[in-house]
T-cell receptor, first 114, second 109 residues
């Protein structure tokens, strides 16, 4: 049973560029959440997608956007990259919101902005 | 916005039980208590969750106080592979997982 799959695993971008990260949820899960984790910190919630719509959003600027496809997979886009965007980006999937059940996380994409 | 309080770090000897405390004095009736852990260089991993009653699974046990204002994650026999950051999180309705700083558990051989 495949868990959450994220791609790529590592990425290096230049300041000002744009980046797209991808996530395939665990089988049977229809909700995808994205997190940013800076070195030494806990994951910070970016946004959550359900039924192809952004349902909840954390305190992140509009440079961070996303998309969910009919097969429940998701993309995270970050425009105008800043050095401070360097972090581990984690995708988590879960069954429909409100079920109180556990989330499954991917291993993340390590983004380095130079 | 984390609504839980955990010690920054704890240390345990290998093969001994570990009790990781969490305070959540403002918990509401619909909040589930979730525990996740994050091993080095990996994404967080679900450990256990509960609402009111104590819970057991193959990884750990969760003991919930009668007033639900605190809980304890119990690892029955710590191994070196249990060294990780452990997060106690309240989750209800459609709220997303909000991580605090967690407890860094070190296991000594």
């Amino acid at each position: 049973d495949a868990g959450v799959t994220q791609s790529p695993t590592h990425l290096i971008k230049t300041r000002g560029q744009q980046v797209t990260l991808r996530c395939s949820p665990k089988s049977g899960h229809d909700t995808v959440s994205w997190y940013q984790q800076a070195l030494g910190q806990g994951p910070q919630f970016i946004f959550q997608y359900y039924e192809e719509e952004e349902r909840q959003r954390g305190n992140f600027p509009d440079r961070f956007s996303g998309h969910q496809f009919p097969n429940y997979s998701s993309e995270l886009n970050v425009n105008a990259l800043l050095l401070g965007d360097s972090a581990l980006y984690l995708c988590a999937s879960s069954p429909s919101p409100g079920t109180g059940t556990g989330y499954t996380f991917g291993s993340g994409t390590r983004l380095t902005v130079v | 916005d984390a609504k839980t309080t955990q010690p920054n770090s704890m240390e345990s000897n290998e093969e001994e039980p570990v009790h990781l405390p969490c305070n959540h004095s403002t918990i509401s009736g619909t909040d589930y208590i979730h525990w996740y852990r994050q091993l080095p260089s990996q994404g967080p991993e679900y450990v256990i969750h509960g609402l009111t009653s104590n819970v057991n699974n193959r990884m750990a046990s969760l003991a919930i106080a009668e007033d639900r204002k605190s809980s304890t994650l119990i690892l029955h026999r710590a191994t070196l592979r249990d060294a990780a950051v452990y997060y106690c999180i309240l989750l209800s309705g459609n709220t997303p997982l909000v991580f605090g700083k967690g407890t860094r558990l070190s296991v000594i051989a």
